[in-house]
Every structure is written in structure tokens, then in C-alpha cells.
């Protein structure tokens, strides 16, 4: 046995390369990256390809050289698709990637951190229960407040409404009659979510928006009169501080005294407007964001982070952890501290160290870097709204954050600015999305990730002009 077990050791240990080969393999892993950024503000920011090397590619026996698989990296997944890391990316809501970020990644990995239990990694979960703290006092929360890291804003959402659902304990006896608010223009992982979490067969109220696309809290108070009136239960109101489509704010103030009034659960998504809480002049937008029962942050967009970290924050922290805390024999070692741990917060148990990655570029670039940055981004955002109006085309409302709607006005209105997105596409510059409002299509410039700055939106001013000159010689129209 003592024979075979050393057999295998010499085989699992070319898991845990030598100093000498981690030293080539860190240098062509920084090679890589530092080609990669360099070439960043050149690069395509939407590129259509397939992905031939990869799709044939099967895992083997043997290794292979680094330089192979970074090859295939390089070419058909770094250089296919919209390149999310570029500042050239205004499509959607941006994602960012701060660097400094991907060395807490990295370190995070590298000595793999117990971050979901206190017992486990104390100094983990300080850290992230210190960033959470910090998120508290941004959205004007109380110390009794807490909250999860998570990989994204679905998974947030997740578990704001799973806190809802315990507080207001819908069973059910009551699912049926109780009633959840919202507008056309909430996010569909609020969709998700209430399927999910098992709300999905509570009644769900569109409530109307105005011309700017934020719920009309009118319409909401009407709703709710005519809900209690015939003897149901309205539950959950759910608005959004910076919408998807067009970025806008729902009257956060007077929904929550419209919530408090009827005793409901409100809950604000702010996965995308919610860090514009840093730029002072801002926060009057988002005034009353305090007084929700559950907030949603995407560090991953408006914090600039790689993509895979979301946070909800609730008000009552104790609701959070009795939502969510189970205890089995296995794990009474880890029970008695008084630090709340991550895994009494959420679905996960073990999880990524995902703390560090918002602790690095907090600590080493400091708040003043993010606040400017994202005021730059109100700025360009505003500038692009502008110059875009210059070149003949009809806007959506005067944007709220930093996402603007826009179209070319044309007797056949839908199939022009569909072949303008396909022009838009192909040219592949900079890349933008498109979305449906009331039927129709507009075109979106969301500007949020932090390598976007003044020449970008100017660059992607000009390939608009020369996509419009190509559709309309194409489509026999005259400039
Ligand atoms: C991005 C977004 C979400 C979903 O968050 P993910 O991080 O993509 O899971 C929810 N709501 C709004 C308003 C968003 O912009």
C-alpha cells in the first residue's frame, strides 16, 4: 500500500507547481494581463465570432503549456463577444473590473479564506461585515442593520424577499390574498425571485408610470385603497433608484410613506443607482432610500468591480439572520461568537472571499476616486444626451442617472433604428444595446464603467454619425 500511495503522490503533487514553475506561470499569467489592458482602449468593444479552438478543445489525461490555453483565451473569449472591461462598453449596465480588484481576487483565492463562518476566518468575516456596516451608513441605515455579499443583484434580491416573506409570513393560508406592487419597469430578477422564493402566486399590481418611466405613486395609493377594500392583503411594494430601459428613479420618499401607511415590506432596488449615493449632490435623488425594508447594490456596476459581486442590505438585521440562520451538528465548533457570519445571511454556506475585492480598491484608491468617477459619469451621460440631439435624433427623457435613450426619427421608425443597432453592431467600436418601450425600439447609451471617460462618448459620438451616413446611403435615403 505504502508503494501505491507513493506512486500517486508524485502524480497529485504536479497539483502544487514548485516555486520555479508558479514563477513562469505568474509571468505569462501577467503577460497576459498587462497585453490584455494595455490594448484595452483600442479594443473592439463588440466583436461577432464563434469559438472553433474552443469548442473542439477536450479535457485530457495529461496537462498542457499554459501559453495554449491562454492562447485560446486570448482569441476566443477575450476578443469574442462585448468586451465588458473597456470603457468603450456602454451597453446595458456597464460592469467595470477595477485592477486592483483582481488582486484581492487573486490573494482571495490564493489562501482561500473560510469567509462564511466567523470561527472559520474571523479577520474574513470582520472585513466584509465592515463593508457592510460602511453600505449601512451610505444608505442611511441603523447600526441594528446588517446584510450579505452576494455573487450579483439576482441573488441579493433573493434574499431581501425571502427576509419578506418570513417577516410578513406569507404561508399558504395567505399567498393568494397577499398583493405585491411594482411597474413594468422592474427588474426581471424581481421576477425570478418571486417565483422562487415561493411568492409566485401572490397577486402582482402594475402600477402605471409616468412620462420619465417612475411609478406613479397615485395610481400605487388607489390600487392599494381598492386592494384593502375587497379584503386583501397588500404585502410587498418593490421600486427601483435607477431602472434598467432608462435609469429612472421611482419616487423612493413617497412610496415609503405610502408602504409605512399600509404596513407593507418595501423593498428599493438600487443595483444600479444605488452607489450614486457617493456623489453629494445625488443623494437629494435618492432621498428616502433610508426608509426601505430592503436595499440592492451591485458593487459589480456602480462600484466598478468584477462581476460576480451584489449586496442586499436590511434594515432590520435580525429579520436577515432569522430568514436565513440553520444549525446542524457539524457545525456547533462555529456557533457562540457575537460577529454575525455571512453563511446566517444568505443561501450559501462555503462561497468566494468576495470581500476582497471591494476591500483592495476602497482601501488603496480611498472615496474620492469613486465619487469623482461617478460624477463623471452623470457629466458624460449628460453630454452624450446632448450631442446626440445635435445629430438629429429624438431623445428619451433628460437622464435621471447616467443611461439615455435615443432614436432616429424616420417615417419607418422601428426598422431604421433597428438597422442603425445592426450598423452599431457590426462597426463594433463602441458597443450599445437596444430596448422596448411601449413596443418601439430605442437605443441605449449607459455610461458607467470607469474607463469611459470625455474621448469615449466623443469616439462614440463619431461612429454613430458614420453608422447613420451608412444606413441611410444604404436604406436610399439623402443626408
Ligand atoms: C443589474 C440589475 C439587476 C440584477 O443584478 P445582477 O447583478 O445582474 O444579478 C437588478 N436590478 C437592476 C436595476 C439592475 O440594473
Redo the contacts with the bound molecule.
Sequence with gaps: MIEKIKALEVIARTLDPTPASRALLWQQTQDYAEEFLQELAQSKAYQKADCPQLSKLEISEEGRLMSEVLDIMKTEIDHAGINSTGGRHLG??PGGALWVSALGDLLAAVSNRYSGIYYASPGGVLLENQLLRWLCRLVGYPATAHGNLS???????LIALTTAREVHQIRSHNVRKSVIYFTAQM?H??NKSIQIVGLGECICRLIPVNQSFEMDPDHLRKQLDQDVSAGLAPFLIIA?????DTGAVDPIDEIAEISKEYNTWYHV?????GFFLLVERMKERLKGISKADSI?M?P??GLFLP?GT?VVLIKDGQALVKAHAHEANYMIDAYGFDEISPADCGPELTKHFRGLRMWFPLHLHGLQAFRACLEEKIFLCQYFYEEIQQLGFEVGPPPALSVTLFRYPNPDRDAFNKALLEAIHDDGRYFMSSTLIDGEIWIRCAVLNFRTHLPEIDGAIQMITDCLARVKSSSGIEL
Design positions: 446595458y449596465i455573487s450579483g443583484g439576482s441573488i441579493a434580491s427588474h430578477c424581481l427601483t433608484a435607477g431602472t434598467t432596488d438600487a443595483a444600479y443607482g440592492v451591485d459589480h456596476k462581476f451584489g
